[in-house]
């Protein structure tokens, strides 16, 4: 089982539903200033992809308090008197939604200059150069020392009223400043950081915390699970929204969770080779979502779909998703080997997140018959003086299916191949029958013909002969002839 992550926005949901769901989390709180140099340990701001991106491809996130703000080192050895200064903030995408003001502070809203006597004052207030309306990237502001300085290590701080992005892209802030004195013009160091970015909120995870072991128990005549007699339950694990460990933060800045983008979910179960055996009418059989019945189709028996169910805060409960399938006590259907999906669909909780029901699958556990399998350790090659044959045996009560696969002596597995592949031999075994004799040539033979890049080992060319059935026990012997013909061996190795 694997775990999918998947973006929600109105212009990307169309492919979303072609993989797993929703996205996978804690909530990142708001937070005060992107601090581009990282020197307060401020993060980027990371929004909840699932936003809705207007038919242009355009969204305009709000700042709420000072979450957007963005700050950093300006001067490392500060700027002495009768300067004049120039910032300038570029974005590397989107624009902004108002102009941003900026101040020189020391890193924590305090003075961040000196005036002529040396005490702390607060700097002279900057004024717009260039940029900064609704269609720029960049903005330009300049301000001056006069008679005093501004200290070393001072920050700039551009106060941010919102920005609108294309298509959800990231976002990297670059700072330059130039100073200006009687000596002429100096650029100080750049200042560069990720800025914003996005990331999906809520995903679809598998869930097999509480899956159980049982396969299908081919002693009982695969009426039940092979947990004990008359075994009718299996847990096949579930599927969870979840909320994604990072957090994200809404269009305006807030925190958010699984409740602001989904308001339910249905979860619908696949069965590949259907649901026979779990869906009898009156005589029983359950399939069941959480403890709540599924209905099976009545137009396509491989599906059964769970009632819609609202997703908590936080996502779904580990465990709490779990589906059960369940034979009747009495059963007379026998239960099909399978592969399971579930998939999920989700009912938005509003415009401003999703836009529209979203869908996606995430595997369950496969059920599948239980059997044995048998080894033999020594088997020579096709082409050896000694001529070897090996014998299967089907010693239990069970009809079967026997599949074999060839090792060489350089560890190299091959393909498994049916008995049916081998020429003159059945594919299924009789409950306590046994195949022919049967000669390593053809064994080979077959194997090279599903494999053709399986061969002898390049320093041995002995081969090791594995056996495996659905059955509840198998027998594996090999009888080579003496080099004159009169005399045989046999060795039995059964039980891998």
């Known amino acids: ?51 809705v991106s207007s038919t242009s491809g355009t969204l305009a996130l709000t700042g709420t308090a000072n979450e957007q703000d963005i700050a950093g080192i300006m001067a490392v050895n500060g700027v002495q008197s009768d300067t004049d200064i120039r910032v300038t903030l570029t974005l590397s995408s989107g624009v902004f939604t108002a102009t941003p003001t900026l101040t020189i502070d020391d890193g924590a809203a305090g003075n961040g200059c000196l005036d002529s006597s040396g005490a702390g004052a607060a700097c002279a207030a900057t004024t717009l150069f260039d940029g900064g309306t609704t269609a720029d990237s960049s903005v330009t502001f300049n301000t001056s020392t006069g008679d005093g300085s501004v200290i070393a290590n001072a920050h700039f701080n551009f106060a941010m009223a919102g920005i609108t992005v294309s ?17 002429g013009p100096t650029d100080l160091a750049d200042n560069s950081g990720a800025y914003l970015s996005f990331g999906p909120l809520l995903s679809l995870t598998a869930d097999a915390a509480t899956a159980t072991a049982e396969a299908i128990d081919v002693a009982q005549n695969s009426l039940f699970f092979s947990g004990s ?21 809404g269009v ?19 069965a590949a080779n259907g649901f026979a055996a779990f869906d009898q009418g009156t005589v029983g059989g359950t399939i069941t979502v959480n403890g709540a019945a599924a209905t099976v189709s009545t137009s396509d028996a ?6 819609a169910a609202a997703v908590p805060i936080g996502g779904n409960l580990a465990g709490s998703q779990d589906v059960v399938l369940t034979v009747p006590a009495a059963n007379t259907v026998a239960i099909s080997e399978t592969t399971l999906t579930s998939t ?29 399998s048998a080894r033999l350790t020594f088997a020579v090659n096709p082409d050896s003086p000694y001529p070897m044959s090996i014998r299967v045996t089907n010693d239990s009560a069970i009809d079967g299916p026997v599949t074999l696969t060839l ?34 040539s053809d064994v080979f033979a077959a194997v090279q013909a599903a494999d053709a890049t399986f061969d002898l080992g390049a320093s041995s060319n002995k081969l090791r002969v594995a056996v495996s059935s659905l059955t509840p026990s198998i027998v594996l012997n090999a009888f080579s002839l003496s080099s004159d013909g009169t005399t045989f061996s046999m060795v039995t190795d059964a039980g891998a």
Do not use: C, P, W
């Open 1 to 51: 089982m694997e775990r999918t992550i998947m973006t929600f926005t109105k212009k990307k949901l169309a492919a979303a539903i072609g993989g797993t769901l929703l996205a996978s989390v804690g909530i990142q709180q708001a937070q005060a200033v992107v601090d581009i140099d990282n020197t307060a340990g401020a993060t980027a701001l990371l929004y909840a992809s699932e936003a």
């Open 407 to 440: 090792t060489n002596d350089d560890g190299e597995t091959s393909t498994a191949v049916s008995l049916a592949d081998i020429t003159g031999v059945a594919g299924d075994l009789a409950s306590g029958a046994s195949t022919g004799l049967i000669q390593m």
């Open 252 to 270: 305006d800045s807030l925190a958010i969770d699984a409740t602001d983008v989904i308001a339910s979910a249905q979860h619908t179960i696949t």
């Open 167 to 183: 298509d959800q892209s990231a976002i990297t802030a670059t700072v330059s400043t130039t100073i200006a004195d009687n000596f």
């Open 302 to 307: 491989t599906m059964a779909a769970a009632a």
């Open 229 to 249: 007699a008359g075994d009718t339950a299996k847990n096949v694990g579930g599927v969870l929204v979840t909320e994604s460990s990072l957090g994200q933060l």
């Open 344 to 372: 999920v669909t989700s009912v938005t909780a509003g415009a401003t997140y999703s836009a529209a029901t979203s869908t996606g699958t995430v595997s369950l556990a496969s059920i599948a018959r239980n059997g044995s």
